[in-house]
């Protein structure tokens, strides 16, 4: 009888301590997940990949005329510029026509969400300004 209790209390124990470790595993994980959030949220435009350096004055340049130089620089630039810099610029272009032009800024922002992959550096910022455009 003893040694039944005995083989009882050591499957206990190692019921429990299973148990401890697999929310152990669960919080661990998801305090990474966290980080990595963090981590993908410090993005900034300027810090992307895809576009010439001799184009960034003229960007911003554009940005301060309004959102209809913004969307002419966008359009004669359009061809140099690669993903993931083109995504995060096209965003931004949504955000300064979302007053003037919604139905464009919609259109253009679809046009950006069918391209970006969850796993790009654009992807937070898609998903903030999601609720806003569609």
């Known amino acids: 009888m003893t040694k039944a209790i005995w083989i009882l209390i ?15 595993d669960k919080a661990r994980l998801e305090h990474d997940g966290i ?6 949220a410090v993005v900034t435009g300027e810090s992307l ?3 010439a350096y001799q184009l960034e004055t003229a960007l911003r340049s554009a940005k301060d ?3 209809v130089a913004f969307q ?11 993903d993931p810099r083109k995504a995060w610029i096209e965003l931004e272009l949504c955000v ?18 069918a391209r970006v992959p969850p796993s790009s550096p ?13």
Do not use: C, D, H
Request: proline share 6%; charged share 30%; glycine share 6%.
């Open 10 to 24: 050591v499957l206990a124990v190692g019921y429990v301590g299973y148990a401890l470790y697999q929310q152990w």
């Open 96 to 113: 300064a026509m979302s007053r003037e032009n919604p139905s464009e800024a919609k259109k253009i922002f679809a046009r950006v969400k």
């Open 65 to 67: 005329k309004g959102p």
């Open 49 to 51: 990949p895809g576009m």
């Open 35 to 40: 980080r990595k959030a963090e981590a993908a």
């Open 72 to 82: 002419s620089w966008f359009t004669a630039n359009e061809k140099t510029l690669a």
């Open 122 to 134: 654009v992807w937070p910022k898609m998903k903030e300004l999601e609720k806003t455009l569609e």
